[in-house]
Structure formats: C-alpha cells, structure tokens
C-alpha cells in the first residue's frame, strides 16, 4: 500500500539557519506532491506543488525538490525566522484525495 | 474571495444533541471536503463532494452527516457523537474532484476549523 514518511516530527533550528524537512514515499508513483504549513488550531495552508517532471521550484524563501528516482522530497526554508515556527506536511494524491504525511513541526529559535 | 470560511470556531455539545458545521467557499469550486484531525496527527478525510453529490464517505460512522446544499455550501450534521469524536473538524475546497490516476493538479484550500467537544 502508499506510503507516506515525514522522517523527523520536530526539527529544531537557529534563526537565519536553513531548515531542510524531508518527505519519503513507497509503492507509489505520484504525479505531483505537494507542501503545507499548519498553525495551531488552524487549517494548513498551502506553499508549493511540484510535478514529477520538476527538479526544483523555488518561491521566495522556500525550495522544494523532488527526485523520484530516491522517492523523495525536500523542503527548505532559507534565512529561517521564528515566524516559519509550525507543523509542515507533504501530500500526494491519492484516488480522489490528498494524502498527508505525518507532519514536522519546526521550530526556529531567535 | 480566495477563502473558506466555517462557523462555529469552536462547539461544545453532549452526547445526545444534534448540532451542524457549517463551511462556505466563493471561489468556484466543485469539489469540496470535510476532513477530522486530532492533536499531532495528520488530516484525515471523511468526505468529498464533487459537483454537489458525494463522491467519496470514507467509512464514516452514520452519527456524521454531510449535506450540500450548493456548490458554494458545505454542512456537517452531527448527532448522538462519542467523546473520542473530539478534534478539530476541517473543511476544504478544490477547483474539481481528483480522480485516480489524473495529471491535473489540484491545491486545496481550508477553512480555519471548528474546534469540537464532546462531553
């Protein structure tokens, strides 16, 4: 069946520092994966999309790569502040759905 | 308008009443989700309609009842719930319905959530 593996559930970093959160995948062959933050108590949002034909997109402070050789995906936040604080989940489409990942929570101290 | 608004932000109710979510969405989108998370885990999906006519029940227990009244609505019907049924209830809209083995691309957009206890 698919799986999903964010491999750290909290990644604690220094300000200014980049944060790179990981995103495995098995017996799964995706067309797409996607990047959402989550806050406390609030709905995720979403950052980025990547198509398995993408290597690398990039949006202000936010990189994301994507390699389906190794079934895998990073997330990096550059210049990190403690405002990038929160819970961050990849997701892959499934049949008619999204399916997430655990979740890292990041935590950027000043 | 590029948000998914729900109401109530929090509901605390008994095991015996009968309460409704609610979630709008006015961004012409056809496909719309309730989905259940509880502390530290993942979005896990309950419903999906597509076109207003459900598409996908993920073996939800029958005491959750959606309904769509239009495209732009989305209700969660609760009733004789468990304290276990506790957890942040999220709603979420995307432009069509993903079907398998699809190449579109396809972001969902959430609403805040309504924080649910029951006691």
């Known amino acids: 069946s698919q799986k999903i593996e964010q491999n750290s559930e909290a990644l604690n970093i220094q300000e200014g520092k980049t944060a790179t959160l990981t995103c495995n995948y098995t017996?799964?062959?995706?067309?797409?994966l996607q990047w959402y933050r989550q806050d406390p108590g609030r709905g995720p949002v979403f950052l980025l999309l990547i198509r398995e034909n993408e290597k690398e997109k990039r949006k202000e402070r936010l990189k994301v790569t994507f390699d389906t050789t190794l079934k895998q995906s990073l997330f990096h936040i550059t210049a990190s502040q403690p405002a990038d604080s929160a819970t961050y989940l990849c997701a892959l489409p499934g049949p008619g759905k999204l399916i997430f990942g655990q979740g890292t929570t990041l935590q950027v101290k000043p | 308008d590029t948000e998914v608004t729900q109401t109530p932000k929090h509901l605390v109710m008994g095991m015996t009443n009968k309460k409704s979510l609610k979630c709008e969405q006015h961004m012409g989108h056809r496909a719309m989700y309730w989905y259940k998370q509880k502390a530290k885990k993942p979005p896990e999906l309950m419903f999906v309609?597509?076109?207003?006519?459900?598409?996908i029940n993920e073996s939800v227990p029958s005491r959750f009842s959606p309904e769509c009244p239009n495209s732009s609505l989305l209700n969660l019907h609760l009733h004789a719930l468990q304290p276990e049924d506790s957890a942040l209830y999220l709603c979420a809209s995307s432009p069509y319905f993903e079907t398998s083995g699809s190449k579109s691309y396809n972001e969902q957009f959430f609403g805040p959530g309504t924080r649910l206890t029951v006691l």
């Open positions: 309609y597509s076109y207003e006519k459900l598409s």
């Open positions: 017996n799964y062959s995706p067309a797409y």
